[in-house]
T-cell receptor
């Protein structure tokens, strides 16, 4: 059974600081997604990572994938208050289109 | 492109009644639709996967007689919560995959918040 874990579960950080969220998954996967969710809202797609060593960046967020370690990271650079949200990674199971979501990381950026 | 809508966005109902939630792919044909449930401050849990014209596949622990899923066309899937109870109160999110993008990517709807009194 594919399991996806994120850490930390909660993150409170000051504006301007850098931090990394980790996503570990337990078995081989085809692709990995990162999403943002604001309170009361659905998911906003951030990144899709398709292969080992993939790195994608958008603004202050950068995601990477290491399929050998079964690890993805979401790095936040010089955080701003607007980045406060819950971030989820999701992994597809090989041979199916099902997503297995991570536990989520609730990020709060303090002004 | 790849827009998924849900209706209603919010519903309040009395215990024992049934509630239907619609999920539509607006600009692509969704060969597969997924239904998720999210309790407050928790992750998304997949409830079932539905393919157009066939019976839905439910995840372990999800009662198929309580959560009826119909995927009658390539743009519409419905989730009916039958005889709803307060513990069914949750945020229900659908997603769709199909002819848009890679075919494996899921596009998520805006969610439906259900409150059962």
């Amino acid at each position: 059974e594919l399991k996806v874990e994120q850490n930390p579960l909660f993150l409170s950080m000051q504006e301007g600081k850098n931090y990394t969220i980790y996503c570990n998954y337990s078995t081989t996967s085809d692709r990995l997604y990162w999403y943002r969710q604001d309170p009361g809202k659905s998911l906003e797609s951030l990144f899709v990572l398709l292969s080992n060593g993939a790195v994608k960046q958008e603004g202050r967020l950068m995601a990477s994938l290491d399929t050998k370690a079964r690890l993805s990271t979401l790095h936040i650079t010089a955080a701003v208050h607007d980045l406060s949200a819950t971030y989820f990674c999701a992994v597809t199971t090989s041979g199916t289109y099902k997503y297995i979501f991570g536990t989520g990381t609730r990020l709060k950026v303090l002004a | 492109g790849a827009v998924v809508s849900q209706h209603p966005s919010r519903v309040i109902c009395k215990s024992g009644t049934s509630v239907k939630i619609e999920c539509r792919s607006l600009d692509f044909q969704a060969t597969t639709m997924f239904w998720y449930r999210q309790f407050p401050k928790q992750s998304l849990m997949l409830m079932a996967t539905s393919n157009e014209g066939s019976k839905a596949t439910y995840e372990q622990g999800v009662e198929k007689d309580k959560f009826l899923i119909n995927h009658a066309s390539l743009t519409l899937s419905t989730l009916t919560v039958t005889s709803a109870h307060p513990e069914d109160s949750s945020f229900y999110i659908c997603s769709a995959s199909g002819t848009s993008g890679s075919g494996e990517t899921q596009y998520f709807g805006p969610g439906t918040r259900l409150l059962v009194l």
